[in-house]
């Protein structure tokens, strides 16, 4: 179940017994996310507390998927009318509770658009989250109050990735571009998942989650365990 469009901050009592739930019936929960939220509600959907005795940890955010509008604070208080930092804080709060962690950026040219920024954020998500973890580069499209500003050219997009990789990133996608969200083994390079838009058109992915051609083993929530795939 992804909580999304509406942000599941709001609603975090509702989803925190939806996903209680469906936990019981061997379904995983997904958080799509500001990151905007406290360490207290991350630890109540997963406590970090040992395992009661004879018991598992309960453990109720499976995943999250979360923006990271900018790395800039300056630029979160112009748009978004709230701060870098509590994302920041979140991300690593997510990570210590066995949240497996997406990053999405949405580079909206004269913005966020700065190499060195994007470099900044993805020394923090290779750093602070682990080189498994992805980060997925989104094109901006002029909509709504924002029309003004031209869509993010693929050149800026595809450097950005060439950035992410630079840094020591192993999964790093092209968003909102036709054909650049595939999964590469970042051992020999080897096409893993092939997709387009939200299918799924090819799986080499071996049941042991491995790379069929070189072994490396693929960093994701469904590789780790079957029942949240």
């Known amino acids: 179940i992804a909580y999304t469009y509406t942000e599941p901050t ?28 406290t360490e207290e509600m991350l630890e109540t959907f997963n406590p970090p507390h040992p395992p009661r005795s004879g018991g598992e940890h309960d453990l109720y955010l499976d995943a999250a998927n979360v923006d990271l509008k900018a790395f800039r604070d300056e630029t979160y208080r112009k748009y978004v009318g709230a701060r870098l930092q509590p994302v920041l804080d979140s991300l690593k709060v997510m990570k210590r509770l066995s949240v497996w962690v997406e990053v999405t950026t949405l580079v909206v040219p004269g913005i966020n658009d700065d190499l060195a920024e994007l470099r900044d954020a993805a020394q923090f998500v290779a750093q602070e989250l682990g080189v498994e973890t992805p980060w997925h580069i989104s094109r901006f499209y002029p909509a709504y109050e924002m029309t003004g500003v031209p869509p993010t050219p693929v050149a800026t997009l595809q450097r950005a990735r060439e950035i992410g990789l630079e840094e020591g990133l192993r999964y790093v996608y092209v968003g909102n571009v036709p054909g650049e969200a595939n999964t590469l083994c970042h051992g020999c390079g080897r096409l893993l998942i092939r997709r387009s838009g939200y299918w799924i058109l090819e799986n080499n992915v071996q049941p042991d989650g491995c790379c069929p051609d070189c072994g490396t083993p693929v960093a994701g929530v469904g590789m780790q365990n079957p029942k949240s795939q």
Not at 10 to 18: G, H, L, S
């Open 10 to 37: 709001v609603f975090f009592e509702y989803a925190y017994d939806t996903a209680r739930l469906a936990h019981e019936a061997d379904i995983a929960n997904i958080y799509v996310t500001n990151g905007y939220m």
